[in-house]
């Protein structure tokens, strides 16, 4: 088996010593080229290239921009539908980064050395799982998405890179903006198959459960979304304090289905339109792509082997 090890040197918790260890243990099993990034979309680049030459595994160690990376350039010759290019790279996931949203959702250790053992022993079983991802407007995600509120908390902390990325640094961006919202808040209209069109300030879009981690405390949105279902929509037409109080403390506090007067959600669905009155954030697993005025979401089913 011919892989390559990619890892992001500047991810939250990767070490010299600790890629060191996971190169040499892989090492042992497949014929292993390890790159280290050095710039943005680095790790694109090289997927991009490990999947039309033909590699049978890409290993991302970093956070989930990394990872993102990855998936990205993995399907880069898809168009949407990954069986339109035949061989696609197996996927393997050590955490590195901060959060790890999608690494946990399907139960790989935060620890990278308990996770490169769950890694060697899945490949020594030939042990995998299929899992489906989103695709909003050309670019995979593999846990979540959105427009609006979340996707300017995305932007403040992304211009604070280089300082940790605490649950306590997404708090005050968080609230810096929702009292400021860089944007403002245009109204947005949602779009889905079979229902009349509704009106939002903020909408999240999730592929699997949790949506996010605000440090070790699980936020849950859409607690029935999986790798196995469509997409779960979770929107809100009122960011009044008492909404913003309700939702957020059910979120973070229990996995039944929320409900509310100012609440737009569903579930299992194979696509979602949201159009904006005026340019938006957009936010795609936890890195801010840009502003828009309509996305497109798209569940893809079994969209990639991940080795776990």
Request: aromatic share 6%; with cysteine.
């Amino acid at each position: 088996m011919r892989a390559i090890l990619v890892v992001n040197p500047q991810a939250t918790s990767t070490t010299a010593g600790g890629r060191d260890v996971l190169a040499h243990a892989l090492a042992s099993q497949v014929k292993l080229d390890v790159v280290e990034t050095d710039y943005r979309g680095h790790a694109m680049a090289v997927a991009r290239s490990a999947a039309r030459d033909g590699i049978d595994l890409v290993v991302a160690h970093g956070g989930d921009g990394t990872v993102n990376e990855v998936v990205n350039g993995l399907l880069a010759d898809a168009d949407g539908d990954p069986a339109e290019i035949g061989h696609v790279p197996a996927l393997g996931v050590v955490p590195g980064g901060s959060a790890n949203v999608f690494a946990r959702a399907l139960g790989i250790s935060a620890d990278s050395f308990e996770a490169t053992h769950q890694l060697l022993n899945a490949l020594e079983n030939d042990r995998s799982r299929r899992v489906g991802l989103g695709l909003a407007d050309g670019h995979w995600f593999t846990f979540n998405s959105g427009l609006g509120w979340d996707a300017d908390v995305v932007g403040r902390v992304a211009k604070r890179r280089g300082k940790q990325t605490t649950a306590g640094l997404y708090m005050r961006a968080a609230v810096r903006s929702y009292f400021r919202p860089p944007l403002g808040r245009p109204a947005l209209t949602i779009r889905i198959p079979g229902a009349e069109p509704a009106e939002a300030l903020t909408a999240f879009v999730s592929n699997t459960d949790p949506w996010s981690y605000l440090g070790e405390r699980a936020i849950h949105l859409n607690p029935g979304c999986s790798f196995e279902t469509g997409l779960g929509l979770f929107a809100l037409n009122g960011l009044g304090l008492p909404t913003v109080f309700k939702h957020v403390r059910q979120a973070l506090t229990t996995k039944s289905n929320q409900r509310g007067r100012r609440l737009v959600r569903h579930d299992d669905l194979p696509m979602i339109r949201i159009d904006a009155a005026e340019p938006v954030n957009f936010q795609v697993d936890g890195d801010l792509v840009g502003q828009r005025t309509r996305v497109e979401f798209f569940s893809v089913p079994n969209a990639l082997t991940v080795i776990v």
